[in-house]
Nanobody, 125 residues
Framework: QVQLVESGGGLVQAGGSLRLSCAAS????????MAWFRQAPGKEREFVAA????????NYADSVKGRFTISRDNAWNMVYLQMNSLTSEDTAVYYC??????????????????WGQGTQVTVSS
């Protein structure tokens, strides 16, 4: 079992930055692929970024490439999402997710079996 708790969301002006954090419990965190998803009002949950267990491989949605960076610290059971050049299109609830099923940075939410409660990010224009 893995429990995930996100933090770091808030209100930011367009063009600004935020760093989201995800704290994970569990002995096997370092073996999980970790990811961030987001869901805006009235829209389906969408993939943002994923990182392999070692951190050597990452995957990003086209909409965030070059602006967002995912990273992890296995010593502290943490995953981060650095978000730069934010726009109103980035407004959403952001979720941290853990995948114990596959070894690659899949963008499919059905492959992730543990989810956090989410943290709200609001970008004002």
């Amino acid at each position: 079992q893995v429990q995930l708790v996100e933090s770091g969301g808030g209100l930011v002006q367009a063009g600004g930055s935020l760093r989201l954090s995800c704290a994970a419990s569990g002995h096997t965190f370092s073996s999980y692929v970790m990811a961030w998803f987001r869901q805006a009002p009235g829209k389906e949950r969408e993939f943002v970024a994923a990182i392999s267990w070692s951190g050597s491989s990452t995957n990003y949605a086209d909409s965030v490439k070059g602006r967002f960076t995912i990273s992890r610290d296995n010593a502290w059971n943490m995953v981060y999402l650095q978000m730069n050049s934010l726009t109103s299109e980035d407004t959403a609830v952001y979720y941290c997710a853990a995948n114990s099923n596959t070894g690659w940075t899949t963008p499919l939410p059905t492959e992730y079996d543990y989810w956090g409660q989410g943290t709200q990010v609001t970008v004002s224009s």
